[in-house]
């Protein structure tokens, strides 16, 4: 079975999509950031940052494995 041929751009956008939404309800919702959890929106955060990186890096044409 063939992977499946999606751009890696894409692939990073809905990622990094997916951390900001993650942030959002986490911040929304008061019992996922207090406590035991406090460290959860930083977990979000540190998506965002590397998602950032992703996208930059992916931008500069060293990020898509077709051209290797």
């Known amino acids: 079975m063939d992977p499946p ?7 990073v ?4 999509g997916l951390w900001a939404l993650a942030l959002v309800i986490t ?7 207090q406590g035991e959890r ?11 940052a590397l998602g950032a990186f992703a996208g930059w890096y992916v931008r ?4 898509n494995a077709a051209g290797a």
């Not at 041929?5 to 692939?11: A, C, H, Q």
């Not at 500069?60 to 990020?63: F, L, M």
Request: aromatic share 10%; with cysteine.
């Open 60 to 63: 500069r044409g060293k990020g």
């Open 38 to 48: 406090s460290w959860w929106p930083w977990a979000c955060v540190s998506g965002l």
């Open 13 to 16: 956008l809905v990622g990094t």
């Open 5 to 11: 041929n999606l751009p890696t751009r894409t692939v």
């Open 27 to 33: 911040l929304a919702v008061p019992a996922l950031h």
